[in-house]
Every structure is written in C-alpha cells, then in structure tokens.
C-alpha cells in the first residue's frame, strides 16, 4: 500500500494542501521512525506500518475548516482525526490505520472531555491504545502543520505547555509517553 496514491485520491496533487499534509505527514513518519528505532528490541514494533499510518493520519483534514492551512470543508477541524478513520476504513485498509487517525487528536480524547466540552464528536474514547498509536501521536506534536511553524520542531516541554492549555490530562498523558520513550 501506497500513502501517498491514498492521499492524492482525496487532494489534488500538487496543491498547497496536498503538500502541506504530505510534508506534514513526512515529518511525523521520519520522527516516529526515530522514536520506535530508539525502544528496546522486545518492545517490537512494526515500522512499516507505522510509517505509513503516521503518512496518513491527517488524510481527514480536507473535510474541516482550518483556513491557517487552507481547510475549507464543514466540519470544526478537532473532526478531522474520526473523519480520517472514516476515510481509511471506505479505503478497505487494516482498521489498525484508521484508528491511528481518530486517535491522535491533541494526546487523545476521552468521552468525557467530549461530553463535558459538548465535542462534535461521536462519543467514544478516542484515546491512543497500542503502542504504534501512542508513537504517532507522540511524533504528531512535534510539528505544526500552519506556516511558518511547520519547520519549527517543537521540544517535550513546549509540547506539554502547549497541550496544558488544552487539558491537564492532555499534557499528562504526553509527558508520559515522552517519559516512556525518553525524548527530550
């Protein structure tokens, strides 16, 4: 399976979108590489699946609205990670894809942030599960999509105040994993 014919199915090659979501996409492949490459060999991990979910996670945004990036569709842009599983699931993918998607929205969403905030969102947990979802995520905070923060990597503190902003348990959850997968 290819992610970029996936992708240019949905956005049009060579548009600023398309390129953005694939550097974007790049980015957070190359970064969970380097994540996964550093966990103990036990820990086993597939790294041609998570290349290629971590190319794809954001393949929802075309249908949200997020003019910084150009996003023109209906939806509030915090869709665009159910709205991906969506996508990659009608593609006839392994599931494992499409949940990388829904899951990686700021360091996952739990039903009760979505109930208590009135979320657009089908109510259901959305927080990352497997390891290869974690990672992604993870990877995911590293870079901004929106110019001309996209070539400005983040570091594990900037990250987790951003993200306390969002929700404690949001930057509890990410300071974990930068924990656990020791990053700086």
């Known amino acids: 399976m290819d992610p970029f014919l996936i992708i240019d199915k949905y956005y049009a090659p060579g548009s600023r979108l398309s390129a953005i979501l694939k550097d ?16 103990p060999a036990s820990w086993q991990v597939d790294l041609d699946f998570i290349e290629k979910a971590a190319i794809l996670h954001d393949i929802g945004i075309f249908k949200t609205r997020s003019e910084s990036i150009g996003c023109n569709g209906d939806l509030p842009y915090i869709c665009h990670g159910f709205l991906g599983r969506q996508i990659l699931d009608q593609e006839g993918l392994d599931p494992a894809y499409g949940l990388v998607a829904e899951r990686h ?69 990410f300071a974990g994993w930068a924990e656990e997968f020791q990053l700086g």
């Open 105 to 173: 929205t700021g360091a996952g969403i739990t039903l009760s942030n979505i109930i208590r905030n009135d979320l657009p969102l089908p109510q259901r947990d959305m927080v990352p599960v497997s390891l290869a979802e974690k990672i992604i995520c993870c990877a995911d905070k590293y870079f901004s999509k929106s110019p001309p923060k996209n070539n400005l990597p983040m570091t594990a503190g900037k990250i987790t105040e951003k993200l306390e902003k969002i929700s404690p348990d949001h930057a509890r959850r």
């Open 24 to 39: 974007h996409g790049v980015k957070v492949a190359e970064k969970s590489l380097e994540i996964a490459g550093n966990l």
